[in-house]
């Protein structure tokens, strides 16, 4: 076949077999997943044949240009960051990188092609075929990766130890660290703004601030940061510090630090955390500030518990409340991105009756299990990276303060973790206005105060489409604000970097494609946007406070507390 016309021949003559043949493949793995039990799969393979043709066209087109290009000798060249060294230019190296990703594609656009018109087994399809070609890159294994092999030799076989020890030390921990965990220490170099805890219970520790300015606005501002991972996501380094900021600007602010749970407190539902937690913490905060009316703010799972907590007290008569702002939080479960695959009744049955307290004991959901899920959700970026240069290189990970935060992962309850996955991830109860919790029904549209709604333009974990449908489901003047970035990055944007971009608009239609396509675009942070809405919020200024806390809630220890060093 030294003739580019006879091979072309025959592969065309090969194109059916070669796609039944992976298509047969997948009909097999599909068949045995109970992934898939539930669903009919007779018409998912019934691709028509002018389609498999032009997809396999395509592929002998590419796959005969890079064998010429192999047996020519000449360089490889990648824009993909996995194979984006200059090893990687070599004939040999190169060629596997190249066959890899024309394979590798070839499979994503076949199962692309599958007729399934259902949305959850064609997310889930999809999640495993990414997985399994995440997985399977030539970069991944030592002998075919010519960067850790070079390493290995350049050091005389001392990065290999190395990255087994990093293995060893993952593996004892449960996860695979993302920041080597002497960079940082919490209270020395991370959530060192200065404060006092001023209450404390089971559930969670209260931190007033100190102030930093000579006056501070009278409304004091109520934090309720993610239940997942730790507060300091709000106050990392100084310089990214979302609440030194806040306090720059002169709001005086508390923030719950909620308690990494152990088995003592296993039993514990979402009625507890938010009657003890959240509305206790807000009763705190007024008590001690001698205000009712507080600008109240919740990030992610902490923004759902605040909202929650708001329409049981507007429930019991309580609407006092200045405002709402909620920052990548879902209150309509309409669609929760990649989480999606692993959510449904089975699985939630199982974890209702092996850690839920339903017909079996109650125990914790590990905080490792959630943070590995999270990361694989994106695994050439969040994992295999990390696999690569911690234990094939032998190199300790970037000394990055949100990485750290990201793997100080925390336990959740099991009961109130299942209450949780039911009734938002599954069922979407929380905004029926029927679901019953504190022994009221939790109707969202009670809530009156004025809300800022932040999405964020690539976020995986809250897709802004979902942060967007809060807007319907508030009763007070809603603005809803998008930032560029992720679920993390997006949030975290201090105004002095001078980076990424945000978009508004005074209109909140109801399709947020509607709202997208009239809004405008700012250069820069989303924080100026939402301090100057909150100086809106905040009432006048007077004198800052000398003294924190009060003789009923006087302070227990200096922030950032025990808790956050659970």
């Not at 294994?141 to 092999?149: K, Q, T, Y």
């Not at 990494?260 to 009625?271: A, K, T």
Request: proline residues 6%; charged residues 20%; hydrophobic residues 40%.
């Amino acid at each position: 076949m030294d003739n580019p016309h006879t091979f072309n021949a025959y592969w065309s003559g090969q194109a059916p077999f070669v796609a039944s043949l992976v298509l047969q493949q997948l009909r097999l793995w599909m068949a045995r997943n109970p992934w898939f039990s539930d669903y009919d799969q007779s018409r998912w393979f019934e691709v028509p044949a002018e389609q498999l043709d032009h997809l396999q066209s395509d592929y002998q087109q590419e796959w005969l240009a890079l064998a010429q290009q192999l047996l020519t000798l000449r360089p490889f060249d990648f824009s993909d960051r996995r194979f984006a060294g200059a090893n990687w230019s070599e004939p040999m190296f190169g060629s596997l990188a190249a066959f890899y990703l024309l394979n590798s594609g070839y499979l994503l656009k076949l199962a692309a092609l599958l007729p399934i018109d259902v949305e959850k087994p064609r997310k889930r399809l999809h999640y495993l075929v990414e997985q399994t070609v995440a997985a399977s890159a030539p970069s991944n294994f030592l002998p075919s990766n010519p960067d850790a092999l070079q390493r290995l030799a350049e050091t005389g076989g001392a990065s290999l130890f190395t990255g087994l020890l990093h293995l060893l030390g993952d593996m004892r921990e449960g996860k695979l660290r993302q920041c080597d965990a002497g960079e940082f220490e919490v209270g020395v170099n991370l959530a060192i703004t200065p404060g006092e805890v001023v209450f404390e219970n089971h559930i969670f520790q209260l931190i007033q601030y100190r102030p930093l300015t000579e006056t501070q606005y009278r409304t004091p501002l109520f934090i309720v940061p993610p239940a997942i991972n730790k507060y300091y996501i709000l106050d990392l380094r100084p310089e990214n510090s979302l609440v030194r900021h806040l306090l720059e600007e002169g709001h005086p602010v508390f923030l719950m630090s909620w308690r990494n749970f152990g088995q003592e407190q296993s039993g514990l539902d979402m009625d507890d955390l938010i009657q003890d937690g959240v509305i206790a913490a807000l009763r705190v905060v007024r008590a001690i500030s001698g205000e009712r009316r507080l600008n109240c703010v919740g990030f992610c799972i902490g923004g759902t518990m605040l909202t929650s907590a708001l329409a049981i007290l507007a429930a019991r008569g309580d609407r006092d409340i200045a405002s709402l702002s909620l920052l990548a939080t879902f209150l309509d479960y309409l669609d929760t991105g990649q989480i999606d695959v692993f959510i449904d009744e089975q699985m939630v049955s199982y974890r209702e009756r092996t850690i839920g307290g339903q017909g079996g004991p109650t125990g914790l959901f590990r905080g490792e299990d959630m943070g590995n899920t999270f990361s694989l959700l994106r695994p050439n970026e969040l994992w295999w990276n990390y696999h690569v240069d911690k234990y094939l290189k032998g190199q300790k990970p970037p000394a990055l303060d949100l990485l750290f935060w990201n793997n100080d992962s925390t336990n959740l309850p099991g009961p109130m973790y299942c209450w949780y996955l039911r009734h938002t991830y599954l069922q979407n109860d929380l905004k029926s206005g029927e679901l019953e919790s504190c022994g009221v029904k939790l109707d969202l549209r009670r809530i009156e105060a004025p809300a800022y709604i932040l999405g964020t333009q690539d976020d995986h974990i809250v897709p802004w489409h979902s942060a967007y449908a809060s807007t319907a489901l508030l009763s007070g003047p809603c603005r809803f604000v998008l930032g560029a970035s992720g679920h993390i990055a997006g949030v975290l944007n201090p105004p002095a970097k001078n980076k990424r971009q945000y978009w508004t608009n005074a209109d909140t239609p109801a399709s947020p494609d509607d709202w997208f396509a009239s809004a405008e675009q700012h250069p820069g942070s989303w924080w100026t946007d939402w301090f100057a809405w909150l100086a809106a919020q905040a009432g006048k200024r007077r004198q800052a406070v000398e003294r924190l806390g009060s003789a009923e809630y006087p302070p227990l220890e200096p922030a950032p507390g025990r808790y956050v060093r659970e």
